[in-house]
């Protein structure tokens, strides 16, 4: 509209020229005061949602927090509209009438106390409506009439509100879930039968009332098609027999939390489950806190094998042992037992765990805490179980006297077992999981036996191996072994020779950081040919072998963060499938060029490679600019490069935010002082060379002569006779030629022909073609004596 006005506002002043000029202001008043109208609007209606978080795609509307004290009006296209934690006091008679196309609505945490007959009208295509945390019901303001619109809702939550007696709920046909409290002890089954759709009922606590609860058969007796019920943390102070028979359909019961129940309430419980299409069943924690340890008994179980459950969780009860018969007795069905932060000790059911047909066992913070032995596992549970005090542990306990005599009998005979038989026999034939974390074992993993078994995941992670031996033979499907947060100091270069098929290898936080760094340490990793992710994170790692990970050509992810390394040099240009390499905090300044070129090989085959750099001290020195190059131009993706800090020779501190910037103003200062060092450096040798030169010009007499010595030296053959020296002259005579005369015509004359002496001179004894300095010296070796004719002449020829 606004666009149209311009346009013919223009269109008028360019085309319509005979208009009057009164005309032409009137229009231009209209133009102004629609501009003004509709920027007002458009103002008013950012104001109404400005506060709120929209997400466009989804249709979603989050008004959470805003300090809002009435329903605010919703877009007719919104499906999602959430006004948790507000003020909203009450919903109005057609607050929703607009929001026809609203699926779900959130109005928990309020201060709802008061809905009207026309509350939610508007939203008959309603899917979901969370209530919880209201007042509403404090003077009986939960209407029937309210819902009467809500005829396709599947999902109500009136949780924690302040309803006196169950609501009306006949008008929710289509409802499938409801999160509601107990109130009072009522037949709830009277109050639902008409919610033929109804499938999950969840009324788990904590309830505002301190009265226990006893359940009976009339408490959900009409509920044929529920499936899961959750009554935790409620409370519970029996359940008697017969209270779940009508539930025949019932696929999921959660009774846990409930610390007065004991055993004898479960057995109750599971006497009923027969009558179920049960399949998973948890009573955690219905033991008290502070109780004395107990046992499962058969009696308690028994009835569960005429059922098909597939999982039981027991956790936080207190088990120190089970009975003798417990095990053979569970249902054919049963793929998972979770039994952790319980005290069980070893026992003759030990015997029998090979028969459970479980695929994943969690007994996770379920071993004793005391120290174990490492010479020997088993003969310390004999001794432990020998010396163990029944009437101190078991003292006041909701059990009976022959119940600790069970107990006792339970751990009776254990010598007949041991720790090579139970470690190769007990692994149930279909068991593919096991958790033992946080389980306190404190021994060393010795060589372990196993038989054929379909073991594929192993958590031994918070635990104190004190060592790593090994091997553990025979579990060739282990995909997944977490041994990490032990401490360990040690393992042996086999320790992972039974175990080829290890995928994801959990080895943070221990203390592997000098085994690893050995030659032995080398081939620790050696047979994991197919190992995709390793994280030897926190492990105090100074120093690794660049061919640990050799013959992993299938990595993927490797962790080395929070150690010590200085010098990172590993071999990687053979991981293709490397696509992350964590080596944050560590004492990393460069990274050499070789080690780049494979990163940048493994960067140009996975497209995706990233590396974290962040933590280290890196350098912003002349000394490491390849690397800061390395880092403005790289390939490989760089985790959070923002984050990475750069100290210069100055120690200046930078975030690399802009590594190429900071390259290049690097390189800029490199590059002058490096003109500086070449300028010193090629005058530093001109001023040698030139030394050294005017020396051998000085002392060339003395330079040549001793050359020639060394010359003749080296050719003259040695003589027979050592100590007799045999000389071709007495003499030779060393003159200028200006006093060749005098040498020829005089001297000579008397010295040969007077004196009988054999001289040798230059003019008629030196060898023709020879160097003179060589004749010289030549000369001076074949005479006995030397004689220089020191003469004027002679003096100025030198």
Not at 86 to 95: A, F, K, L, M, V
Not at 198 to 204: A, F, I, P, R, V
Not at 537 to 552: E, V, Y
Request: net charge positive; charged share 25%; aromatic share 10%.
């Amino acid at each position: 509209m606004l666009m149209v006005t311009v346009s013919d506002a223009r269109q008028t002043l360019t085309q319509k020229h005979h208009c009057t000029r009164n005309t032409y202001l009137n229009m231009i008043k209209i133009l102004v005061i629609s501009t003004f109208v509709l920027c007002l609007d458009f103002k008013g209606k950012s104001l109404e949602m400005n506060s709120c978080e929209m997400d466009i795609k989804a249709k979603e509307v989050d008004c959470t927090h805003q300090n809002l004290s009435k329903v605010t009006n919703c877009l007719k296209n919104t499906k999602t509209l959430i006004l948790a934690r507000n003020n909203i006091y009450e919903i109005p008679d057609d607050s929703f009438v607009h929001c026809v196309r609203l699926k779900d609505l959130n109005l928990a945490r309020n201060k709802i106390e008061r809905l009207f007959p026309r509350s939610f009208k508007g939203l008959e295509g309603l899917l979901s409506l969370n209530l919880e945390n209201n007042n509403i019901g404090k003077n009986n303001s939960f209407m029937k009439t309210s819902l009467t619109y809500l005829r396709k809702l599947q999902y109500l939550n009136i949780k924690n509100n302040s309803i006196l007696s169950f609501p009306d709920l006949t008008a929710l046909i289509s409802l499938k879930t409801l999160s509601i409290n107990f109130i009072k002890e009522v037949a709830i089954g009277e109050h639902l039968k008409g919610l033929k759709s109804l499938l999950t009922l969840d009324m788990s606590g904590p309830r505002s009332s301190c009265k226990p609860l006893i359940l009976t058969s009339d408490t959900f007796s009409g509920l044929h098609s529920l499936h899961s019920l959750d009554l935790s943390k409620n409370r519970i102070l029996k359940i008697w027999k017969g209270t779940f028979v009508h539930l025949r359909n019932l696929h999921f019961l959660d009774i846990s939390f409930n610390k007065d129940l004991g055993f004898l309430g479960v057995e109750n419980v599971t006497h009923d489950l027969p009558m179920t299409a049960i399949e998973i069943f948890k009573f955690q924690m219905v033991i008290p806190t502070l109780s004395a340890f107990t046992m499962i008994l058969k009696n308690y179980l028994e009835e569960l094998n005429k059922t098909k459950l597939r999982e039981i969780y027991a956790d936080s009860n207190r088990i120190s042992l089970v009975d003798k018969g417990v095990i053979p007795i569970l249902p054919k069905t049963l793929e998972k037992i979770s039994i952790n932060d319980n005290f069980l000790i070893p026992g003759t059911y030990l015997s029998e765990v090979q028969r459970l047909p479980i695929k994943i066992l969690n007994v996770s913070s379920s071993i004793t805490h005391q120290v174990i032995n490492e010479d020997s596992i088993w003969p310390w549970c004999i001794d432990a179980i020998s010396g163990f005090d029944f009437d101190f542990f078991f003292d006041g306990s909701s059990q009976s006297e022959s119940v600790k005599e069970k107990m006792k009998l339970a751990t009776a005979n254990l010598e007949s077992l041991n720790i090579s038989y139970f470690m190769a026999t007990s692994l149930p034939k279909t068991l593919r999981e096991v958790n033992v974390r946080g389980g306190a074992l404190q021994f060393e993993i010795p060589e372990v036996h196993f038989k054929d078994n379909e073991l594929e995941r192993v958590d031994l992670s918070f635990n104190k191996f004190r060592s790593l031996i090994g091997p553990l033979n025979n579990l060739l499907k282990l995909n997944y072994l977490d041994l990490s947060s032990n401490n360990c100091p040690d393992i042996s270069n086999v320790f992972f020779s039974g175990t080829p098929n290890i995928k994801t290898l959990m080895f943070q936080n221990n203390c592997l950081g000098i085994v690893l760094s050995t030659r032995e340490g080398e081939e620790v990793f050696r047979s994991l040919k197919k190992l995709e992710t390793i994280n030897l994170s926190d492990n105090k790692i100074h120093f690794l072998p660049k061919m640990i990970f050799r013959t992993q050509n299938e990595m993927k992810e490797i962790s080395l963060r929070k150690n010590s390394i200085e010098k990172f040099q590993l071999k990687l240009n053979h991981m293709k499938n490397l696509s992350f390499l964590d080596i944050s905090n560590n004492n990393i300044r460069n990274i050499d060029p070789d080690q780049t070129a494979e990163l940048e090989t493994i960067a140009k085959e996975n497209g995706k490679f990233r590396l974290d750099l962040r933590g280290n001290p890196i350098q912003c020195t002349c000394k490491n600019i390849k690397f800061l190059k390395w880092i403005a131009s790289t390939k490989v993706i760089l985790q959070s490069v923002s984050s990475y800090i750069c100290e210069f020779a100055n120690e200046t501190k930078v975030l690399l935010k802009n590594p190429t910037e900071i390259y290049k103003l690097l390189e800029k200062e490199c590059s002058s002082s490096w003109e500086v060092i070449l300028v010193v450096s090629i005058t530093f040798i001109i001023f040698v060379v030139i030394l050294v030169c005017g020396l051998i010009y000085r002392y060339r007499w003395k330079l040549r002569y001793l050359f020639f010595m060394a010359k003749s030296r080296y050719k003259r053959t040695s003589n027979v006779f050592p100590d007799e020296q045999i000389y071709d002259y007495d003499a030779f005579i060393s003159y200028e030629d200006e006093d060749q005369y005098f040498v020829h015509n005089t001297l000579l004359t008397n010295i040969e022909r007077d004196g009988q002496f054999k001289v040798c001179v230059h003019k008629r004894d030196f060898i023709a073609g020879n160097e003179i300095a060589a004749n010289i010296t030549d000369a001076i070796h074949r005479s006995r004596k030397t004689v220089c004719i020191i003469t004027r002449n002679f003096l100025n020829s030198y």
